[in-house]
């Protein structure tokens, strides 16, 4: 079975028994969640009961409409959310957040219609962020994991990150601060380690990071964290890439990790 295979099952590929569908709603909080962390200009939700719009493009019907039942009377921020299954990849530009499920890099044709739009793009290929893609899924330990394009979600004039709504109960979350003057192309959020949630460890972990000129991290230096939080937060921090500069730099970046 390959990466992309898995994490079509992660994410409901298909829910025909019951234990599939209750696996899958363990995994769908992560597009509520996509929503729940992005803020978008006010033209694209222009009044408190602007609909939020959450789009599926692609694939089957069964996840749109797992989706659809668990997403049902909740609403982000006041704006209530709507699930949308399309076919057509005319319909994305009028989504706020479109999951596009397409493989083997096929996902260009889609994200150029979202050009000079306000939408935030998930997909679960390998070269979605190289094409312009903003969210991507992997599958990684038996969970799902999750890396940032950050430059093309600043281009879509989107803010993405922790706002001051609560988090529901049980959930562990890790949450990013760069310090530095270099730009981030793609970041990815570490892992929560499941031995720390299981001794409801949480914190801090702040890393000193070393960029080449092309924007590769060359080295991790833990400056301060638990061993166990740590080792999370380097293992994640070395994939990420920043923008290209003339000279080596060392970036500060701190990682908070919290179960609620």
Same mark, same amino acid.
């Not at 789009?55 to 996840?63: K, Q, T």
């Given at each position: 079975?390959? $990466?992309?295979?898995?994490?079509?099952?992660? #994410?409901?590929?298909?829910?025909?028994?019951?234990?599939?569908? $209750? @696996?899958?709603?363990?995994?769908?909080?992560?597009?509520?969640?996509?929503?729940?962390? %992005?803020?978008?200009? *006010?033209?694209? =939700?222009?009044? !408190?009961?602007?609909?939020?719009? #959450?789009?599926?493009? /692609?694939?089957?019907?069964?996840?749109? !409409?797992?989706?659809?039942?668990? =997403?049902? /009377?909740? !609403?982000?921020? +006041?704006?209530?959310?709507?699930?949308?299954?399309?076919?057509?990849?005319?319909?994305?530009?009028?989504?706020?957040?479109?999951? #596009?499920?397409?493989?083997?890099?096929? %996902?260009?044709?889609?994200?150029?219609?979202? *050009?000079?739009?306000?939408? =935030?793009?998930?997909?679960?290929?390998? +070269?979605?962020?190289?094409?312009?893609?903003?969210?991507?899924?992997?599958?990684?330990?038996?969970?799902?994991?999750?890396?940032? @394009?950050?430059?093309? #979600?600043?281009?879509?004039?989107?803010?993405? /990150?922790?706002?001051?709504?609560?988090?529901?109960?049980?959930?562990? +979350?890790?949450?990013?601060?760069?310090?530095?003057?270099?730009?981030?192309?793609?970041?990815?959020?570490?892992?929560?380690?499941?031995? %720390?949630?299981?001794? @409801?460890?949480?914190?801090?972990?702040?890393?000193?990071?070393?960029?080449?000129?092309?924007?590769?991290?060359? !080295?991790?230096?833990?400056?301060?964290?638990?061993?166990?939080?740590?080792?999370?937060?380097?293992?994640?921090?070395?994939?990420? $890439?920043?923008?290209?500069?003339?000279?080596?730099?060392?970036?500060?970046?701190?990682?908070?990790?919290?179960?609620?």
């Amino acid at each position: 079975m390959d $990466r992309r295979s898995g994490l079509r099952g992660a #994410i409901c590929r298909s829910c025909a028994s019951s234990n599939c569908q $209750r @696996n899958s709603r363990s995994s769908l909080p992560t597009f509520f969640d996509f929503a729940k962390r %992005a803020q978008w200009p *006010e033209r694209a =939700l222009p009044n !408190d009961k602007s609909k939020l719009i #959450i789009c599926v493009f /692609g694939g089957e019907s069964d996840f749109p !409409d797992v989706l659809k039942s668990t =997403l049902a /009377g909740k !609403d982000i921020r +006041e704006h209530p959310i709507e699930v949308r299954h399309l076919q057509s990849s005319g319909e994305l530009k009028s989504c706020h957040v479109a999951f #596009i499920r397409v493989a083997n890099g096929n %996902a260009r044709a889609a994200l150029a219609q979202l *050009e000079n739009t306000n939408v =935030l793009s998930v997909g679960e290929d390998k +070269e979605f962020l190289s094409q312009g893609g903003m969210i991507n899924l992997t599958l990684e330990g038996g969970g799902v994991r999750f890396e940032l @394009n950050s430059a093309a #979600i600043e281009r879509a004039d989107i803010r993405y /990150g922790r706002h001051d709504s609560p988090t529901s109960r049980g959930d562990q +979350e890790t949450s990013l601060h760069n310090k530095t003057v270099r730009a981030l192309k793609i970041s990815s959020q570490p892992l929560y380690p499941g031995i %720390a949630k299981t001794m @409801n460890l949480r914190g801090s972990v702040q890393l000193e990071v070393t960029v080449k000129p092309d924007g590769r991290v060359k !080295d991790v230096r833990v400056v301060g964290g638990h061993p166990l939080l740590a080792d999370a937060a380097v293992r994640s921090v070395k994939q990420w $890439r920043y923008e290209p500069s003339g000279r080596e730099t060392t970036e500060v970046v701190k990682v908070n990790f919290e179960n609620e």
